[in-house]
T-cell receptor
């Protein structure tokens, strides 16, 4: 199974941008890059996903490297509510199974 | 906005007892999943379910576990004889198609005493 590598934690000040890197050097051509997050005591929540092109939605932006071996989730203005564990996941499985790693713990300070 | 609902939010049981965790997926979704998260650890896949049968399961999902879609709305996870190590948060998720966005419930915290 394709794997991802993320930093254990990142800290940001409120209203500052946050750039969360993810390495996925073994990605294959049909793998989508998904980001989920998990707020304290809640279930995982979808954030964004992409295949090759950069993507934007109301929550975040996803920048995908040209060779697709890495990507960056961008939270444009961090709020206290964005404090969570962020997971970068490749959807390789035909039945849609998500394989969560340890993710990146984002700490937002006021 | 449609959401996945899970009941109960917290289940306490004695070791060796059977438990059933319930989930109501989003109504037009066709793929259903169970995951679990032991306290302080990562989220682990248990099983996926499509067209009224298991499509994939992990090594964790042994003979003590079963899933069922008893009617058009509910999706259940049964643990036949609970062990202490089954204590965890159990999350149900659903998606419209495979490899699409999965929507997770808030989870059921299972405590086995």
């Amino acid at each position: 199974d394709a794997k991802t590598t993320q930093p254990n934690s990142m800290e940001s000040n409120e209203e500052e941008p946050v750039h969360l890197p993810c390495n996925h050097s073994t990605i294959s051509g049909t793998d989508y890059i998904h980001w989920y997050r998990q707020l304290p005591s809640q279930g995982p929540e979808y954030v964004i996903h992409g295949l090759t092109s950069n993507v934007n939605n109301r929550m975040a932006s996803l920048a995908i490297a040209e060779d697709r071996k890495s990507s960056t989730l961008i939270l444009h203005r961090a709020t206290l509510r964005d404090a969570a564990v962020y997971y970068c996941i490749l959807t390789t499985d035909s039945w849609g199974k998500l394989q969560f790693g340890a993710g990146t713990q984002v700490v937002v300070t006021p | 906005e449609p959401e996945v609902t899970q009941t109960p939010s917290h289940q306490v049981t004695q070791m060796g007892q059977e438990v059933i965790l319930r989930c109501v997926p989003i109504s037009n979704h066709l793929y259903f999943y169970w995951y679990r998260q032991i306290l302080g650890q990562k989220v682990e896949f248990l099983v996926s379910f499509y067209n009224n049968e298991i499509s994939e399961k992990s090594e964790i999902f042994d003979d003590q576990f079963s899933v069922e879609r008893p009617d058009g709305s509910n999706f259940t996870l049964k643990i036949r004889s609970t062990k202490l190590e089954d204590s965890a948060m159990y999350f149900c998720a659903s998606s419209r198609v495979a490899k699409a966005i999965q929507y997770f419930g808030a989870g059921t915290r299972l405590s086995v005493l």
